[in-house]
């Protein structure tokens, strides 16, 4: 009777219930951890991967600028085996802002130079990409390589090319302007007044950046199909209002990388002006921050004052990359 009843309640009622453990897991409740679990992984996951990458960055990056902004605190006084420094505050910045070589002279030849150089450099790289984007595979090849090598030359040999062709009396420059009548190549000195001086630097940093800006700017016009244009000349548009209206719109973002990269590396040019006569601390006029930061600090002896001056610069550049990230993202969302 016994086990007829077993049968019974199995048939009927499904078998025997097992006993309910007061303590297990609610199902809710493991969801609940695994959706917490997920989200932890999915923040976690990417800074790990980086993490190699950060920890070189900021041994390459972030201590020197540590300790140049510790410096630019001090009063630092090099010694045999070491340096002693002693904390001054911000006294240095003080200093610094409160110089009047600095706000009529540095910045000014900073920002101004940095501008001439970008515009111009933009514009001669979109010309010669758009003349690349004409020729055959064949003389674009030949081209191309041709103007890379003046980005593959260095600055320092560069400067010295240009330094050549515009020296005093018997440079080519000099005695071609001198043969037209517009100088006296004997009395001339292109590297004695500002203007000049800074022309010449233009023309340098010019001649030494345009390939990269032609090179990037050809490859965002190969993209462009060319039924684009073919509609553009149905509909009577000349060539100006085909690059205008089809050409940067199309590629605004490569325009973008390439203006803000070539501000960020022309705010910063140290060399094409320091190596030209009187860029090297014999005429004050012609300084911009990089070389007032250097001429302070390892001429003058003033290591404070000189990292001040590289921190500002730094403060400069620092904005100006978080302006080109923030258009990069405004961009892509606008993309999107």
């Known amino acids: 009777m016994k086990d007829a009843t077993v049968v ?25 951890a695994a959706r917490r679990r997920k989200r932890l992984t999915t923040l976690t996951r990417p800074w790990l991967l980086l993490a190699p990458a950060l920890v070189v960055l900021a041994g390459l990056l972030l201590w020197p600028l540590v300790q140049v902004g510790k410096l630019s605190l001090q009063d630092y006084e090099v010694k045999f085996g070491g ?38 450099t933009v514009a001669l790289g979109t010309l010669v990409a758009l003349l690349l984007n004409r020729l055959g595979p064949t003389w674009r090849l030949i081209c191309s ?56 630097a233009t023309l340098n940093v010019i001649h030494h950046g345009f390939p990269f800006v032609a090179i ?9 199909p060319k039924e684009l244009y073919e509609a553009g000349e149905l509909d009577g548009a000349n060539a100006w209002q085909r690059f ?16 803000i ?4 590396w022309d705010f910063k040019v140290f060399t094409q002006v320091y190596l030209m006569p009187g860029g090297d601390g014999s005429n004050p006029e012609v300084y911009n921050l990089g070389v007032y930061s250097y001429i302070e600090a390892f001429a003058k002896n003033d290591y404070g004052a000189g990292a001040a001056a590289a921190v500002l610069l ?9 302006v080109y990230i923030r258009t990069l993202f405004r961009q892509g969302e606008e993309d999107l």
């Not at 009396?169 to 800074?198: C, H, K």
């Open 8 to 32: 019974k309640d199995t048939l009927v009622g499904g078998g025997p219930k097992a006993p309910v453990r007061r303590d297990a897991p609610r199902p809710g409740g493991d969801a609940e």
């Open 145 to 200: 390589i041709a103007i890379l090598a003046a980005w593959a030359m260095p600055a320092v040999t560069g400067t010295y090319v240009w330094i050549w062709l515009f020296q005093p009396q018997d440079g080519m420059v000099s005695q071609l302007a001198g043969a037209a009548g517009l100088i006296d190549p004997e009395t001339t000195n292109w590297f004695t007044e500002r203007g000049p001086f800074y022309a010449i």
């Open 314 to 322: 730094t403060v400069l550049l620092l904005i100006i990359t978080v």
């Open 216 to 224: 990037t700017v050809l490859a965002g016009l190969m993209t462009i």
């Open 83 to 120: 340096g002693t420094g002693t904390f001054t505050g911000f006294d240095h910045y003080s200093d610094l802002l409160g110089s009047d070589l600095l706000w009529q002279t540095v910045l000014p030849n900073t920002v101004f130079f940095a501008v001439a150089c970008v515009g111009l």
């Open 244 to 259: 205008w209206n089809i050409t940067v719109p199309t590629i605004k973002p490569v325009f973008l990388v390439v203006t």
């Open 261 to 264: 990269l070539s501000t960020i």
